[in-house]
């Protein structure tokens, strides 16, 4: 009988608790290191395709997902100053009698958490919180792993992968795989809550709202067990200023001009300024160390995918780590199955941030375009990304 593996993976986020699930299921021990002395809440809405909840969902997490999320009706688009959208593309029971699963939206913090509460149930998983700083030793084979915590604990483990989930900066990419740093993007996202009531003579709180403008975007949907609508106005900047706290987003004088972005502008009482940063890279691995989630390939959200690419990777991780006889293969094996599918939707998202952005006259052809194409269109053009189910 084969023994149990050990797994440490860095990073209780999206990424590193789904893989910490996929892998407890397969009975394997997990240990994660968290830096943070809890689970944030930072972050703000998540759209979450069909695709990623079929991956959720075989972990066992659809009930308890539901209660802390909402599935739209539909997507309206609207084109700057419109005061109809220029279509509604159609969600909700729609999106689950084609794809048998939700289309949802959700705070990233419930997910996050709904993640943390299952996985701290296992008895298979271990989360150390408030970790200093961890090295990795034996890199090729049964990487030994030390980690101290904030308050002096100090432990070393001997595991058969040790799996970086830590996020666009990931120390586990830079320091021990030799990958490269994040790039910021040239585009910031202004992120902010505001009360449903305030907005429910503004925007259908049925729906998810995508306001296209010349050099910008805005996306809002409603986080209904919250009360909140999620907003995030995307804008282009040449050199980014960090992250902070703002009045509001830098954006032309002319946005007063729609009725929604005016209104929008006026609800809310702070921005935060949210530099975007993304990561290219093919290193994954490097012998028995590697990357799952933004880690492996952070990427603009556009598409609304960065979260869903982070899940997939944990639950097509897992059986490979498990079922291959060493932790190489099952990462050659992971890239093999992945990079292909992840850079396509990279390149979808860097492309739909400059259709969301265009200026006239290119942008007269793109609303006949999208009003052409009707309200089913999406799920032909983008069923690649929604059928995929990654337990094929
Ligand atoms: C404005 C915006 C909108 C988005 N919208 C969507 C969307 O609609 N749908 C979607 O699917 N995706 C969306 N995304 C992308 C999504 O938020 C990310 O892809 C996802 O959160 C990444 O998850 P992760 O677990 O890989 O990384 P993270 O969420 O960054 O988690 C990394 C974890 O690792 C920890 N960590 C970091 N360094 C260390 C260390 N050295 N030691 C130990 N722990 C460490 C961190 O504290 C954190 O807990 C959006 C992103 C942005 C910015």
Redesign the pocket.
Known sequence: MQKTRTFCI???????LTLALALAKLKAKVII????EQI?EF???????PN?HRALNSLDLEDDLQKVSFEPDGLDIFSFKQKKPLITLKLGATARKKFGVAYSVIH?ADLVQTLYKKAKKSKYIDIYFD?Q??EISNIQENPLVSFKCKDGFEKEIKTHAFIG???????TRTNFINGPQSKYSGYV?W?TLIDMPKLQDVLDLNNTSLMWGAGFHAVAYPLPHRNKVNI?IFTKESMSVGFGIRQAPSLPTSVNADPRLSKILELADEFKH?P?AAVKTSTWHKGAVGL????AH??L?FQ???????IEDGVILAPLLINEKTAVISFEKYENKRQERVTKVINTSASNGKIFHMRAPFSAARNATVKMQGSMNHFSRLGWIYDYNPLD
């Open positions: 860095a990073g209780a986020g999206v990424a590193g290191l968290e830096r943070n944030q972050g703000a809405g998540l759209q979450l395709g990623a990233r970790v700083n961890f989930a830590d996020g666009v900066c990931s120390a996202a992120r995030a949210w975007l799952v989630g933004d880690a952070a990427m959200p609304a995918q960065g979260a869903a690419m982070g």
